[in-house]
């Protein structure tokens, strides 16, 4: 296996006089020289605003701009049509609550997880509270699975909406999509799917998971931040009035009225982030150069050998899935005695970066009585000898505290 350090510049320093040790890749990963150099191209020789010049510079501008719809559509089994940039899976999903909440009446049900990301918690919580209609919460089991009788239960024929995470970002376990679909689409309601951890580390089909919009973000697949997709179906799309209103959108106005454009321009008021758009292409090309199935197959390994290493040492409590089956590369635990944000800290002086706190989960760490936790998530570029200085750095830490 190639060490794809190397395409990464900023893994190259020290911190504290230690080799950086990068573990915080759920939050954002590194961006390879790859994604720097397209967007550095772009602003050297491109760039212009797109769709309104019939200029070289703006007509290059365009094309890249209506090619990374391609290349994103192309990367999750979607149609070009069906791609929606956004700023990342918050907007996103405030787009869908915003839209999708215009049809919401008092005692309409939405459907959410305990394990929820705030960004899939809050935007839903207000515009229940905003139209009358009731937020239901599906609890997860012992072993920090989805609680799939609960779920069936609870979707009923009230519930319009059923939003939830693909891969939890505290707990690394990965929701049954398909069949939450299935569910779903029995009872007429809309599934809205967090991508936000899944599409950086497996492979995606929207079409084979059957569900109605997607949504997640470039910087957590080694692009830029600021740009963020969202994927909707067809015909769903058609039926959607727009989310702002701008230049770039239109078809006709009058004084009197305006009409809009086809998706997914009609979604994409406003000068986009075409630097962006530009990088998060590359990211795809990087990542589909190296394979997602080679990724998810590394870094599953990786994962493996980080449950089993933590496992072994005293006081450690992992917060999720002890196994492999149906996880992503994100470990969540807890250390007797310390604080999340203590471990964070003694760790950063051994050059190691990892998260502490509640991970904008909130809801989760209540039902789970946690202030927070840590939490190390891998990449590509993480190695084994990562996990054991990550290892050897928190056994530091249980010595300074005790
Ligand atoms: C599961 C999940 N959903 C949503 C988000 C929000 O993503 P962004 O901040 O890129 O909009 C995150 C970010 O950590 C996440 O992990």
Not at 56 to 81: D, P, Q, T
Request: proline share 4%; net charge neutral.
């Amino acid at each position: 296996m190639k060490n794809y350090k190397e395409d990464f510049p900023i893994l190259k320093q020290r911190i504290k006089g230690k080799p950086l040790v990068y573990l915080d890749n759920s939050a954002t990963t590194q961006k390879p020289k790859a994604v720097i150099q397209a967007i550095t191209d772009y602003y050297e020789k491109d760039n212009a605003n797109v769709h309104r010049g019939v200029h070289e510079l703006s007509m290059r501008a365009s094309i890249a701009y209506e090619n990374a719809h391609k290349r994103v559509a192309e990367f999750i089994g979607a149609e070009e049509e069906e791609i929606i940039f956004t700023k990342g899976t918050t907007e996103s999903i405030n787009f869908l609550a915003y839209v999708l909440g215009r049809s919401l009446k008092a005692g309409d049900e939405i459907l959410l997880s305990e394990m929820e990301h705030h960004s899939n918690f809050v935007p839903w919580q207000q515009i229940a509270k905003e139209k009358g209609a009731k937020l239901k919460i599906i609890p997860i089991t012992k072993e920090f699975r989805l609680d799939m009788k609960a779920a069936e239960n609870l979707l009923t024929q009230k519930t319009k909406i059923l939003a939830i995470t693909h891969c939890s970002n505290v707990l690394g376990t990965i929701n049954p999509i398909k069949e939450l679909a299935k569910m779903a689409h029995q009872v007429n309601a809309t599934l809205i799917v967090d991508a936000a951890q899944s599409v950086p580390h497996m492979q995606i089909d929207v079409k084979e998971l059957d569900c109605d919009f997607l949504a997640f973000s470039g910087h957590k697949m080694f692009g830029p931040t600021g740009i963020g997709v969202l994927y909707g179906k067809r015909k769903l799309l058609e039926n959607l009035e727009p989310f702002m209103y701008g230049g770039g959108m239109i078809e006709e106005v009058t004084q009197e009225k305006s009409t809009w454009k086809d998706s997914p321009w009609r979604f994409e008021a406003g000068t986009p982030n075409i630097e962006g758009a530009i990088g998060l292409a590359k990211a795809i090309e990087y990542i589909q150069d190296i394979g997602i199935t080679n990724i998810e197959s590394y870094t599953g390994t990786l994962t493996e050998y980080a449950l089993k290493e933590l496992k072994k040492v005293k006081g450690i409590k992992i917060i999720g899935p002890q196994d492999i089956n149906n996880r992503a590369p994100v470990i969540s635990f807890t250390i007797q005695g310390m604080h999340p944000h203590d471990v964070g800290e003694i760790l950063n002086q051994e050059g190691v970066a990892i998260r502490g706190g509640n991970h904008c989960a909130m809801p989760l760490m209540t039902s789970l009585k946690l202030d927070g936790t840590n939490r190390a998530s891998f990449h590509i570029y993480n190695t084994k000898e990562d996990i054991d200085t990550l290892i050897k750095a928190i056994k530091k830490a249980q010595d300074i505290f005790k």
